[in-house]
């Protein structure tokens, strides 16, 4: 079953534009991680904000959790072609941390040239 | 950096076959975990292992499929009489244990399963 659920679907942007997209889970968390998947590929951590924490930043990534809304929240500022790829939130919530990741659908990111 | 390493990258088998994939994780990283991905969806998880223990399998795991770690270091993912309903991407990850705080994981390229 996938907890998270990421929105939009789809975004399509100019290089350059800000790129925003929101996650929503459901039960309690130890971490949400963000990951990025180019197509055929394997996923590459982007970013990981503990439930203690509530923004976090990586160079042009920013991440934002609410955990009383249960949703977080990755932007990506002045966005690259490069960035074109899909874009998925995962929740560790088990009993210790470094368990398994439940996984949203994912947001597929267009950035136009 | 040596990452995580997956064999084969595609495998094309026919209906009823068995197939097995192996993943060669980070050698510092004592979790190995498995996901299937289809068209479209995030990833799923399937398994994990701690070292050689198997520590939490998921109901998506079916009697037909079968993963070990046997020395704690690379694991094998076995499908035994292959269904259509296989055919999807294999993904293995692996991280530092829970005692070295929250940790990302780290994924290999996956195998990419069809039955025809």
């Known amino acids: 079953s996938q907890q998270g659920e990421e929105d939009p679907q789809a975004l399509s942007i100019q290089e350059g534009e800000n790129a925003t997209m929101n996650c929503s889970y459901k039960t309690s968390i130890n971490n949400l991680q963000w990951y990025r998947q180019n197509s055929g590929r394997g996923l590459v951590h982007l970013i990981l904000?503990?439930?203690?924490?509530r923004e976090k930043h990586s160079g042009r990534l920013r991440v934002t959790l609410d955990t009383s809304k249960k949703s977080s929240s990755l932007l990506i500022t002045a966005s690259r072609a490069a960035d074109t790829a899909s874009y998925f939130c995962?929740?560790?919530?088990?009993?210790?941390?470094?368990?398994?990741?439940?996984f949203g659908k994912g947001i597929t990111l267009s950035v136009r040239p | 950096d040596t990452g995580v390493s997956q064999d084969p990258r595609h495998k094309i088998t026919k209906r009823g076959q068995n197939v097995t994939f192996r993943c060669d994780p980070i050698?510092?990283?004592?979790?190995l975990y498995w996901y299937r991905q289809t068209l479209g969806q995030g990833p799923e998880f399937l398994t994990y292992?701690?070292?050689?223990?198997?520590?939490?399998k998921s109901r998506l795991l079916s009697d037909r499929f079968s993963a070990e770690r046997p020395k704690g270091s690379f694991s094998t993912l076995e499908i035994q009489r292959t269904e259509q309903g296989d055919s999807a991407m294999y993904l293995c990850a692996s991280s530092l244990s829970a005692g070295a705080g929250d940790q990302p994981q780290h994924f290999g390229d996956g195998t990419r399963l069809s039955i025809l």
């Open positions: 050698s510092e990283h004592n979790r």
């Open positions: 904000i503990r439930s203690n924490e």
């Open positions: 995962a929740t560790d919530e088990g009993s210790g941390a470094n368990s398994k990741l439940t």
């Open positions: 292992f701690q070292n050689e223990a198997q520590l939490e």
